[in-house]
């Protein structure tokens, strides 16, 4: 087999490339020696001679080790003094440089360390601090606001109590103030700055004894005004005017106070003032249709009914010319971009109740709850559906009237539009009315 010489190309039988591959495995090796010196058939193998090939190499390897130490042994040691005396200067070196590092840490340390501890103290009691400042300015702001409310409340009841007038004025002051308030407690996130208010004894007062009542006590008051709208025909120009006033101070502040935390600005529209309005048509539209349907199985009584029905829908009227007057206020809680869809609060209403004018919605929902009870008076025949089967062009032309005239302004409020109601056409509401109950009746 080919030798590779140790060193000196001294020859060597050693195969010293098969021993430093890589892939070298003894037991290969092994077995390589066992088949290459015995035939595989014998039986027991015979593995002395293996075995001293094994034990010759390693001797041989020892010699070549042996010579090696021998033939090198003084550059060996010299070359390990080299190493040694180079560790130590390395040492010495390092020795100096790790003293002055230590000293400059300890020189750190003691400037910028420990005083940046102490700044950060300083740092931290400073911010808290500026929290306990701010969170005091805020109390205050919201103690003068509850204070101011209290005074602003204080007038409309005063008035209320001695004259037996309200300030109705007051009601849109008061509104305003509160929603200054809210735009303080409603900013609870960390940073703003109502954060940390809730916690504060005399702010949970302030809304349980001031804020919440008065709040309460304005809405009340503006949904009574909104209730208890109503101009007479016999009216004067100066109580059609003081009307209009206290209703501009009641729907004002009804649209300031309805709710606006957790909705899209967007989205938002005037909840309180909507609820109200409506709850007014509608109550109006339920007593209308109530004295109608009465008065169709008691004819002589028409005339009564029809002209409280002509009442109810001319203060419809006078609240739509009002409504159409109001432009819409300025809400401090919401974009300006978001106030600028709906120029009036009649735009609010219409929206709201998906129709194109109040007097329209109030006579065509009237008119579609009457069918239903001529309809009942015909079923149940008797002298009653006999009586208003024969009288029923009268019925037609009385209804008729009662349209047209509701329909129009009371003369408390006829100034108030540049074009009069008179001129408007309400042929449709007319021939709708009429269709409800005439068309009813049959032959």
Same mark, same amino acid.
């Given at each position: 087999?080919?030798?590779?010489?140790?060193?000196?190309?001294?020859?060597?039988?050693?195969?010293?490339?098969?021993?430093?591959?890589?892939?070298?495995?003894?037991?290969?090796?092994?077995?390589?020696?066992?088949?290459?010196?015995?035939?595989?058939?014998?039986?027991?193998?015979?593995?002395?001679?293996?075995?001293?090939?094994?034990?010759?190499?390693?001797?041989?390897?020892?010699?070549?080790?042996?010579?090696?130490?021998?033939?090198?042994?003084?550059?060996?040691?010299?070359?390990?003094?080299? +190493?040694?005396?180079?560790?130590?200067?390395?040492?010495?070196?390092?020795?100096?440089?790790?003293?002055?590092? /230590?000293?400059?840490?300890?020189?750190?340390?003691?400037?910028?360390? /420990?005083?940046?501890?102490?700044?950060?103290?300083?740092?931290?009691?400073?911010?808290?601090? !500026?929290?306990?400042?701010?969170?005091?300015?805020?109390?205050?702001?919201?103690?003068?606001?509850?204070?101011?409310?209290?005074?602003?409340?204080?007038?409309?009841?005063?008035?209320?109590?001695?004259?037996?007038?309200?300030?109705?004025?007051?009601?849109?002051?008061?509104?305003?103030?509160?929603?200054?308030?809210? @735009?303080?407690?409603?900013?609870?996130?960390?940073?703003?700055?109502?954060?940390?208010?809730?916690?504060?004894?005399?702010?949970?007062?302030? +809304?349980?004894?001031?804020?919440?009542?008065? @709040?309460?006590?304005?809405?009340?008051?503006?949904?009574?005004?909104?209730?208890?709208?109503?101009?007479?025909?016999?009216?004067t120009f100066t109580q059609g005017?003081?009307?209009?006033?206290?209703?501009?101070?009641?729907?004002?502040?009804?649209?300031?106070?309805?709710?606006?935390?957790?909705?899209?600005?967007?989205?938002?529209?005037?909840?309180?003032?909507?609820?109200?309005?409506?709850?007014?048509?509608?109550?109006?539209?339920?007593?209308?249709?109530?004295?109608?349907?009465?008065?169709?199985?008691?004819?002589?009584?028409?005339?009564?009914?029809?002209?409280?029905?002509?009442?109810?829908?001319?203060?419809?009227?006078?609240?739509?010319?009002?409504?159409?007057?109001?432009?819409?206020?300025?809400?401090?809680?919401?974009?300006?971009?978001?106030?600028?869809?709906?120029?009036?609060?009649?735009q609010h209403l219409l929206a709201?109740? @998906?129709?194109?004018?109040?007097?329209?919605?109030?006579?065509?929902?009237?008119?579609?709850?009457?069918?239903?009870?001529?309809?009942?008076?015909?079923?149940?025949?008797?002298?009653?559906?006999?009586?208003?089967?024969?009288?029923?062009?009268?019925?037609?032309?009385?209804?008729?009237?009662?349209?047209?005239?509701?329909?129009?302004?009371?003369?408390?409020?006829?100034?108030?539009?540049?074009?009069?109601?008179?001129?408007? /056409? !309400?042929?449709?509401?007319?021939?709708?009315?009429?269709?409800?109950?005439?068309?009813?009746?049959?032959?």
């Open positions: 087999m080919t030798t590779s010489p140790p060193v000196d190309d001294e020859p060597s039988y050693i195969d010293y490339e098969t021993f430093l591959d890589p892939g070298f495995s003894p037991a290969s090796f092994a077995n390589t020696l066992v088949v290459a010196t015995n035939n595989p058939n014998d039986t027991p193998l015979d593995l002395s001679t293996p075995l001293s090939r094994v034990l010759f190499d390693a001797q041989e390897i020892d010699s070549h080790i042996d010579v090696l130490t021998t033939r090198s042994a003084v550059p060996l040691l010299q070359y390990t003094q080299h +190493q040694s005396q180079a560790s130590k200067h390395i040492i010495t070196e390092l020795d100096g440089q790790i003293k002055s590092l /230590n000293d400059s840490y300890r020189q750190l340390e003691k400037e910028v360390i /420990n005083k940046h501890a102490e700044a950060d103290e300083v740092r931290q009691v400073a911010l808290r601090l !500026w929290e306990t400042l701010r969170l005091g300015r805020s109390v205050g702001r919201c103690l003068q606001l509850g204070r101011q409310l209290e005074i602003q409340h204080s007038e409309l009841e005063l008035v209320s109590g001695s004259s037996g007038k309200e300030d109705h004025r007051a009601l849109v002051r008061c509104s305003y103030t509160i929603i200054s308030l809210r @735009e303080i407690l409603d900013r609870k996130a960390q940073g703003e700055e109502g954060y940390g208010l809730q916690r504060v004894d005399a702010i949970r007062s302030l +809304q349980d004894t001031v804020t919440t009542p008065i @709040e309460r006590s304005v809405r009340e008051t503006s949904e009574r005004i909104v209730r208890e709208f109503s101009i007479p025909t016999t009216a005017e003081d009307a209009k006033a206290k209703m501009l101070s009641a729907l004002t502040a009804l649209y300031l106070l309805s709710p606006t935390l957790g909705l899209r600005a967007d989205k938002w529209v005037p909840r309180t003032l909507l609820q109200s309005l409506e709850t007014y048509i509608r109550s109006a539209l339920q007593a209308s249709i109530t004295a109608l349907s009465r008065s169709l199985g008691q004819l002589p009584s028409l005339d009564k009914a029809l002209a409280e029905v002509t009442a109810r829908c001319q203060n419809i009227v006078s609240l739509e010319t009002i409504l159409e007057s109001i432009k819409t206020p300025s809400h401090p809680l919401l974009p300006a971009s978001s106030q600028q869809t709906q120029t009036n609060l009649l709201h109740l @998906e129709t194109g004018s109040l007097p329209s919605f109030f006579w065509r929902t009237m008119a579609s709850s009457l069918a239903n009870r001529v309809q009942d008076i015909v079923n149940r025949g008797g002298v009653v559906a006999r009586t208003l089967r024969t009288h029923k062009a009268t019925v037609g032309d009385a209804i008729k009237h009662a349209v047209v005239k509701g329909s129009q302004l009371p003369n408390a409020l006829s100034g108030a539009k540049g074009k009069s109601r008179a001129d408007s /056409n !309400w042929d449709r509401e007319v021939a709708v009315m009429v269709g409800s109950v005439v068309n009813n009746l049959g032959r």
